[in-house]
């Protein structure tokens, strides 16, 4: 816990380092009540600093220190100057050694941050600033070292014992123990460390790469959990193949393992050659993962595999750049599960993950550029900006020159830059540099925080043949205040004719026309596009494939919407024309609602639903995208004032009449797929992941009906599933119903059989506490004091408070604030004990701008509770306080 006051940090301020460590020699003892931790240091002053010998200030919190040598000489107290968070030291000559022995207490670490035990295993975390609470170091990503490492453990409880690169010697110790040490030829930042030790048990295969090398690829995990691990290794294998060929990336150590632990701040972590993973992203097998998990294990193993270039090889020069290896890393996974799963499908989730949490964010009081200027707490900027909308940045790069464009740069930047720290505006630099471009407006992408708006409106001039659309971009201000300048938004966009077919596409100015669907480039705050040869007045098919992270609006009717929901050549945009679709119908009924009216659902829903519903050419994943309707999140995120009750009951009554007017076709798909998964064991694959979520999203559906054979069906489903997707989704159903009785049965039995499954019963604190039916937060309340809840196991907050606040919005608004001071209570009580998990749970009480002025107060005043409720983790502190600002 802190004691000194946070203080902000400026990208501006940024200084090289004065002093570099070329090697790092870690020896690690690891006891039961306390560890030691020997480094030795091989350091020089920085060239590029000039001459001088400054003092040298290492980072280190929460150490005690038994010792320290420079060049040879043990220092006395008078020799060195230590505070809470550093330790500084007068070198003498410009190449000196400096050896340090700290304390640490990793059996009691519970912020999971640095050395901690996590059950009976020893594992680290150290992204960003963790390994200062292992030793003394400059932990800052562009100093760059070579390491070495030494783990000594008793031999019984830690038969295994890991880090970073490849093992070189091992062997017995005195008393039962024994030591193992590993070395890494690669240079890295701090961050990239890791150590593990326990009683592990491994899957083992390989991989041989481009260049024909043998590469071992091992996954630890604990000996209960050996049989879920072939996903995962199936995953890597495909990440391994994929990098290669499509980014020309090989892997470059002997050796690369990836550990399961069960306490994890977040999915899962990239140290070189060493990955760390929440169990919940590596462990997978149809009996106890749903298919969303299976997708959710293969797209993180790919994640941080790729790191190893994209993060690794080429890192960050400081934090402030994170979305260089983040962004475009997460535009990578992207690319991967596209080309694994179907790739409308997966573009289709992202965006609606986008629009509806990092446009939140971008419209909260945490709003920041996807290169912040500024921070408290780093741990904080680990954001949807910095990831997800990092991602689209590096997407519009890619739209911009093209397949092969990126790849000339994404070459560039990896030979130009490997083996070194470097900025955002090196990666651009690279794709400018290789393709001959100019994306210095561009950049603005980069330094300008909020999502742009662009409203488009036309004109046909049925005389001349010519078709215009006027783009208007504009930003809305953000806390930063940075006045906005135009980006550049690249819109792809067609145009359909009366019959729905495609038209060809020339520019007022151009020699002939360049295909059905383009790019143009909009760089302007108002900006005229003009087609000419267009003998039709013709319907815009706009920002296909979503080539822009921005809120466009055309003034499309309903009709028109239901046209480009059968026509639109772009499947992303027959997804898109539903969800406009619905988005005006489902506002149509909240408004009715907040008049008193009674509640009149637009037929022609209906009836889109149903021609989807009844194509069977269509890919069975898109018509349950198409089914689903917007999410009560994503109605908040884009009212100007989120009602709470009226968006809530304006959605369960549209669900409850599509329900009644599409039974019988859903009930036919229901059955039809019901029937499949009966025949066919299960496979993890996107033709089956397709067929049961269309299952899925109808029984969902047709249990609004109460209808007792639907209730037969999803009893029947429940009990004789051989996998999670479908017993899942049928006791989500149960729980959600009325049939107390049934529901009840079906959670106990399903708790009695999985209750030494941790990941399996985070799955039933979800669909407990994700339910809408009244009384949610007394269930919630009930289910932390059930025995396999632990308030210091993230995923069981996650579990449970997170799904709770973050998407049973009913439950959580409700209108006497007892959800938000059941979360600051919450808040508080970890931020305690692990502030990075504080400072997430927080997030549903920053967007307090987004309601009533009664829930507002209510909001505020728990934000202002947490404030003075004493001492603050900079994480905690930086939010609370951001947010009342
Ligand atoms: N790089 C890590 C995230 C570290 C978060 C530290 N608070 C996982 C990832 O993005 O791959
Ligand atoms: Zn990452």
Redesign the pocket.
């Known amino acids: 816990m802190r004691t000194e006051q946070p203080k902000m940090i400026y990208l501006k301020d940024y200084q090289a380092p004065e002093y570099l460590i070329d090697e790092t020699h870690l020896t690690f003892e690891l006891f039961e009540d306390h560890s030691l931790v020997h480094a030795q240091l091989v350091m020089r002053r920085n060239p590029e600093r000039g001459p001088g010998l400054p003092p040298l200030v290492l980072d280190g919190q929460q150490l005690e220190l038994l010792s320290v040598t420079l060049a040879d000489r043990e220092l006395s107290a008078g020799d060195y100057q230590l505070t809470e968070n550093t330790l500084t030291l007068q070198p003498a000559s410009e190449s000196f050694t400096v050896d340090t022995s700290v304390r640490i207490h990793p059996e009691t670490n519970t912020a999971l941050e640095g050395l901690y035990k996590s059950g009976t295993m020893f594992c680290t975390?150290c992204?960003?600033e963790g390994f200062r609470k292992i030793t003394y170091y400059l932990d800052r990503p562009d100093v760059m070292s070579k390491f070495t490492t030494t783990v000594v453990a008793e031999q019984h409880s830690y038969p295994v014992l890991l880090s970073n690169g490849n093992p070189i010697a091992s062997g017995p110790g005195e008393d039962g123990r024994h030591w193992a040490t590993w070395e890494d030829p690669f240079m890295k930042p701090a961050y990239l460390f890791a150590l593990v030790a326990g009683d592990l048990w491994c899957v083992e295969d390989s991989f041989t790469t481009m260049t024909k090398r043998n590469v071992a690829l091992r996954i630890y995990v604990e000996p209960e959990n050996i049989d879920k691990c072939q996903h995962a290794m199936n995953s890597l294998k495909k990440s391994m193949r994929w990098d290669e060929e499509v980014y020309g990336r090989e892997y470059d150590l002997d050796i690369f393992m990836i550990v399961a632990v069960n306490d994890f701040?977040?999915?899962?972590?990239?140290n070189k050659g060493l990955n760390i993973f929440n169990s919940s992203a590596v462990l997978a097998r149809a009996e106890t993962a749903t298919d969303a998990a299976h997708q959710r294990v293969e797209a993180i193993v790919a994640?941080?595999y790729f790191?190893n270039w994209s993060g690794n090889r080429v890192t960050c020069r400081d934090w402030f750049q994170l979305s260089l290896k983040?962004g475009f890393?997460v535009f990578r996974d992207a690319g991967f599960s596209s080309d694994m799963n179907s790739a409308t499908v997966k573009r289709i989730q992202d965006v609606a993950y986008l629009r509806t949490h990092q446009f939140a964010e971008d419209a909260g009081p945490m709003a920041h550029a996807v290169r912040p200027d500024s921070f408290i707490e780093i741990?904080n900027f680990?954001t949807l900006t910095v990831?997800e909308k990092g991602s689209e940045v590096v997407g519009m790069i890619h739209t911009l020159l093209g397949a092969g464009g990126f790849r000339k740069g994404s070459d560039l930047y990896f030979e130009r830059h490997d083996g070194q720290a470097v900025t955002c505006d090196d990666f651009v630099k690279a794709m400018e540099d290789a393709n001959g471009v100019d994306l210095t407006q561009f950049k603005r992408w980069y330094s300008q925080a909020g999502t742009p708006r662009l409203a488009v409106s036309e004109s046909y001039d049925a005389a001349a043949k010519t078709y215009s659309l006027t783009f208007r971009q504009s930003c809305p201000e953000t806390p930063d205040k940075v006045e906005k300048l135009p980006f550049v938004i690249p819109v792809e966009l067609g145009l359909l004719d009366s019959k729905g077919n495609e038209i060809a596409l020339r520019l007022a100015g151009e020699a002939s026309a360049q295909g059905t669907s383009r790019v143009i480039s909009v760089t302007e705050a108002e900006q005229t596009f003009t087609f000419v040869d267009i003998a039709e007045q013709p319907l815009p098919s706009l920002l296909r494939g979503f080539s822009a992270p921005v809120k466009l609006s055309f003034p499309y009717n309903r009709d028109q919407l239901m046209f480009l929901m059968q026509h639109d050549s772009d499947g992303f945009n027959r997804w898109d024309a539903g969800q406009q679709l619905s988005v005006q119908v489902l506002q149509e009924l909240i408004a009715q609602q907040q008049k008193g009216e009674s509640l009149v659902l637009d037929p022609r829903l209906v009836s889109a639903l149903k021609t989807v519903l009844s194509d069977e050419s269509l890919d069975q994943a898109m018509v349950a995208e198409m089914l689903s309707l917007p999410s009560e999140a994503y109605l908040t995120e884009i009212s100007e004032v989120a009602d709470v009750e009226a968006i809530h009951n304006a959605r369960e009554f549209a669900r409850k009449q599509l329900a009644d007017n599409l039974f019988e076709a859903l009930w036919l798909r229901y059955q039809a797929n019901r029937d499949l998964s009966k025949q066919t064991p299960y496979v993890a694959e996107a033709e089956h992941f397709a067929r049961r979520a269309l299952q899925n999203i109808a029984l969902s559906y047709l249990m609004l009906s109460g209808k007792p054979e639907v209730l037969a069906a999803a009893l029947e489903q429940f009990e004789n599933s051989d996998n999670m997707t479908e017993r899942l989704t049928a006791l989500a159903v149960l729980v959600n119903s009325p049939f107390e009785e049934q529901k009840a049965l079906a959670l106990a039995s399903f708790a009695e059989h999985f209750k030494d499954n941790p990941l399996v019963m985070d799955q039933w604190f979800s669909v407990q506490a994700g339910s809408t039916l009244p009384g949610g937060l007394a269930r919630v309340k009930a289910l932390m004091q059930h025995p396999a809840f632990n308030i210091k196991n993230p995923n069981k907050v996650r579990a449970l408070v997170g799904a709770f606040a973050g998407q049973n919005l009913i439950n959580f608004h409700a209108a006497d604030g007892s959800g938000y001071r059941f979360l600051a209570d919450l808040v508080i009580e970890l931020n305690g004990f692990n502030p990075?998990i504080a400072s997430r749970q927080l997030a549903p009480l920053t967007r307090w701008r987004k309601y009533d002025t009664a829930r507002q107060a209510l909001m505020k005043a728990e934000l202002e509770r947490i404030l003075a409720s004493g001492q603050l983790s900079s994480d905690v502190y930086e939010v609370v306080s951001k947010s009342l600002a």
Do not use: C, K, L, V
Request: net charge negative; hydrophobic share 20%.
């Open positions: 975390q992204e960003a701040n977040m999915g899962a972590m990239e994640h941080e790191h983040e890393t741990s680990y990831y990075q």
